[in-house]
């Protein structure tokens, strides 16, 4: 068991100063991190499959040429209000990052976090199509401030006395293990019932193409539960957005940055969005998102949009440093992030064919979970159970987080040995055993 005297002094006096926000069901004080693994402030080391919620995809802390690169600009110019003058740096990172993108991409808006990139992608949405109306999904996050809130629909929590919301119509989001329309057992038929639904429901009954701007929604769902869609169902939307001239909008932001292999989770279904939204990740421990949209759509005029501490020099230049070193490296890691999936994604098949509660195992890549069950017949969401697995696993030296009703998430960085990878997910087995 980890001794956790004064983690839990600092938890008392944290709750006296800070306002709730989404703390998990332990109490886990960070000191200090380095690759594979965090250390708290009672001096207990942990592997993380957190990645810190997705932030560090290349390491706890990032590299020390990040670190560096960080350090040497802020001796130069850390803030140089780069929506109102201009700088070199931003322009190198942007140009790269362009690169990563489907040919025809071109310009991009940089911002300090996931739901300031889906503003960004509200606006461009609805100033080049002059509609209003908003498609998000059941069980989606977007984020927190008021225009991405309202096309989040994961917990009542997050809304609840918070509106009234932007025009958003929220639609079912495919579960192939919990199909509403009856297909448990064929996934791409599953799919397809979804896209009718839209169609015959949506789009004749709540509001017509000629009102809606844009499509949002994550390639796989993140905090709704690591939910990976059928490729019918995102090869459909994208032809119900052409086929009524409506944007779609890929988030990004937890799901991309080779986290599941590819630059763009979008890619492992074929499909390619208008805009994209990335955060997390891209900052390589530092606040910055970006939106991207396809050339095709055009820019908004002077004053329109702006953002005091969007490129800041030294978030970018750690940006641009770990960018570096993905651009560079993108075939190596998208082989090493599958064959680590592999490993991985074997040892919660096992998991989920030994254990009644693991209902059902999820993935591609390395963002991975479980759902803890009641039991396989019923398919009922154990929340009680799961923060149970995830007390047990830290106490024997594995940080993990929830998402969705039930589920843990397995979401390591994407370079953790493949010693610790394995560590880890005894850890987790043992927590399971001991919770059965």
Same mark, same amino acid.
């Given at each position: 068991?980890?001794?956790?005297?004064?983690?839990?002094?600092?938890?008392?006096?944290?709750?006296?100063?800070?306002?709730?926000?989404?703390?998990?069901?332990?109490?886990?004080?960070?000191?200090?991190? /380095?690759? #594979?693994?965090?250390? #708290?402030?009672?001096?207990?080391?942990?592997?993380?499959?957190?990645?810190?919620?997705?932030?560090?995809?290349?390491?706890?802390?990032?590299?020390?040429?990040?670190?560096?690169?960080?350090?040497?600009?802020?001796?130069?110019?850390?803030?140089?209000?780069?929506?109102?003058?201009?700088?070199?740096?931003?322009?190198?990172?942007?140009?790269?990052?362009?690169?990563?993108?489907?040919?025809?991409?071109? !310009?991009?808006?940089?911002?300090?976090?996931?739901?300031?990139?889906?503003?960004?992608?509200?606006?461009?949405?609805?100033?080049?199509?002059?509609?209003?109306?908003?498609?998000?999904?059941?069980?989606?996050?977007?984020?927190?401030?008021?225009?991405?809130?309202?096309?989040?629909?994961?917990?009542?929590?997050?809304?609840?006395?918070?509106?009234?919301?932007?025009?958003?119509?929220?639609?079912?989001?495919?579960?192939?293990?919990?199909?509403?329309?009856?297909?448990?057992? *064929?996934?791409?038929?599953?799919?397809?019932?979804?896209?009718?639904?839209?169609? /015959?429901?949506?789009?004749?009954?709540?509001?017509?193409?000629?009102?809606?701007?844009?499509?949002?929604?994550?390639?796989?769902?993140?905090?709704?539960?690591?939910?990976?869609?059928?490729?019918?169902?995102?090869?459909?939307?994208?032809?119900?957005? /052409?086929?009524?001239?409506?944007?779609?909008?890929? #988030?990004?932001?937890?799901?991309?940055?080779?986290?599941?292999? !590819?630059?763009?989770?979008? *890619?492992?279904?074929?499909?390619?969005?208008?805009?994209?939204?990335?955060?997390?990740?891209?900052?390589?421990?530092?606040?910055?998102?970006?939106?991207?949209?396809?050339? !095709?759509?055009? /820019?908004?005029?002077?004053?329109?949009?702006?953002?005091?501490?969007?490129?800041?020099?030294?978030?970018?230049?750690?940006?641009?440093?770990?960018?570096?070193?993905?651009?560079?490296? !993108?075939?190596?890691?998208?082989?090493?992030?599958?064959?680590?999936?592999?490993?991985?994604?074997?040892?919660?098949?096992?998991?989920?064919? *030994?254990?009644?509660?693991?209902? *059902?195992?999820?993935?591609?890549?390395?963002?991975?979970?479980?759902?803890?069950?009641?039991?396989?017949?019923?398919?009922?969401?154990?929340?009680?159970?799961?923060?149970?697995?995830?007390?047990?696993?830290?106490?024997?030296?594995?940080?993990?987080?929830?998402?969705? #009703?039930?589920?843990?998430?397995?979401?390591?960085?994407?370079?953790?040995?493949?010693?610790?990878?394995?560590?880890?997910?005894?850890?987790?087995?043992?927590?399971?055993?001991?919770?059965?």
């Amino acid at each position: 068991m980890r001794k956790t005297e004064k983690s839990e002094r600092v938890i008392e006096r944290d709750r006296k100063v800070f306002m709730t926000t989404t703390r998990e069901p332990y109490n886990f004080v960070a000191e200090r991190g /380095d690759g #594979d693994f965090v250390y #708290d402030i009672d001096g207990n080391r942990v592997i993380d499959f957190s990645s810190f919620v997705g932030v560090y995809n290349f390491g706890i802390n990032s590299s020390i040429s990040v670190r560096n690169a960080i350090k040497r600009q802020m001796d130069k110019l850390m803030h140089a209000a780069f929506t109102d003058y201009y700088s070199e740096l931003p322009v190198d990172f942007a140009e790269l990052f362009i690169k990563q993108f489907p040919a025809g991409f071109g !310009k991009i808006f940089l911002s300090n976090s996931g739901t300031e990139a889906n503003e960004d992608a509200i606006k461009i949405a609805r100033y080049n199509t002059r509609k209003h109306y908003l498609i998000g999904f059941y069980g989606a996050f977007h984020g927190r401030s008021l225009g991405s809130l309202s096309l989040t629909s994961s917990k009542v929590v997050q809304r609840a006395h918070l509106g009234p919301f932007s025009e958003v119509i929220h639609a079912p989001y495919p579960n192939p293990y919990r199909c509403i329309f009856g297909h448990d057992d *064929d996934p791409e038929e599953c799919g397809r019932a979804h896209i009718d639904y839209m169609r /015959d429901h949506i789009l004749k009954r709540e509001a017509a193409a000629g009102e809606i701007a844009a499509i949002f929604f994550e390639p796989i769902q993140g905090e709704g539960g690591y939910i990976v869609p059928p490729k019918s169902f995102v090869k459909g939307l994208r032809e119900l957005a /052409d086929d009524n001239e409506i944007l779609l909008v890929s #988030d990004e932001i937890q799901a991309g940055y080779m986290r599941t292999g !590819k630059f763009l989770a979008l *890619d492992n279904f074929g499909v390619k969005a208008d805009i994209y939204t990335m955060a997390k990740s891209i900052g390589a421990g530092m606040p910055m998102a970006a939106t991207i949209a396809n050339s !095709k759509l055009s /820019d908004m005029p002077q004053g329109k949009h702006s953002g005091t501490f969007a490129g800041n020099l030294a978030i970018v230049a750690g940006a641009y440093e770990q960018l570096k070193h993905v651009s560079k490296n !993108k075939r190596k890691i998208e082989m090493e992030v599958k064959e680590k999936g592999r490993v991985a994604m074997k040892r919660l098949q096992e998991m989920r064919n *030994d254990y009644e509660i693991v209902g *059902d195992a999820r993935g591609i890549g390395m963002m991975l979970a479980i759902e803890i069950v009641k039991d396989k017949k019923t398919k009922i969401p154990d929340p009680k159970s799961r923060d149970a697995i995830l007390k047990t696993a830290l106490d024997n030296g594995l940080l993990a987080l929830g998402c969705g #009703d039930s589920s843990v998430r397995i979401l390591p960085p994407l370079n953790i040995a493949k010693s610790s990878l394995e560590k880890g997910l005894d850890i987790l087995e043992s927590a399971i055993r001991k919770t059965v």
